[in-house]
């Protein structure tokens, strides 16, 4: 997985930093208000030093606004934990991921391509990073395209279900330069789970944090039988229960 910083840790760090400007807000507070007590009256503070110790505190008072507000956005980014991650289970989503579960004889991916290549391979990875498949990608075109792997290896092998995979993509157009490409996880979102306080989310073998979803769909909804073909059957059915038609 994609190592990231957590909106948890995000937040920890700027609550220590708006303490430590807290403190020393307080403190410089406190040493200008003595040294108003204890100044000189035939001497006072001369008004441009004055003015810019003014100045100094605005801005520590300003940046401890400011680390309140980026705490509440980073409130409001995490959510609710799972009540706020909840409503997405049974749409259909689609995430730029490429780690899934071995499972059941097949792992699936989606690869993108952001134009046509001459040449794509495909290589699938296990966990330690190393290549145990690789092969010519399906299609070459611009656009979404989707891969199945059986779990055979290169070398002839199959690996065991319950092993964690990922797939990366190598795209060359015609002059030899890289195609830009990714791998996505599709499909129907099944569960939420929460992993050090952020919200991770449960598609097909894949989970994924949140953050990786890039769309979200309303479930497709199943194919309803031709009103007309419904009818002819209940006509049909009808004529059969007919009691006249049972006594002839």
Partial sequence: MVDAVSTNNAAGRVNAGGQMLASNFQTFLSLLTTQLRNQDPLSPVDSNEFTAQLTQMAGVEQQLLTNDLLTGLLKAQQGDGLTGAAPYIGKDATAVWSATRFEDGEASWSYELASDATDATLQVLDA????????????????????????????????????????????????GKDVGSQVLIRGRVTGVEMYDNTPFVVIGKSIMPVSSLIALEEQKAAAKPDSNEDAGALSALASKLNPFNLLS
């Fill in 128 to 175: 330690s990073g190393k290549v145990v498949w690789s092969g010519p990608a399906p299609d070459k075109t611009n656009g979404l395209h989707d891969f199945k792997w059986d779990g055979k290896t290169t070398g002839g092998g199959q690996v065991d279900d319950g092993g964690v995979y990922t797939l990366k993509v190598v795209a060359k157009d015609g002059a």
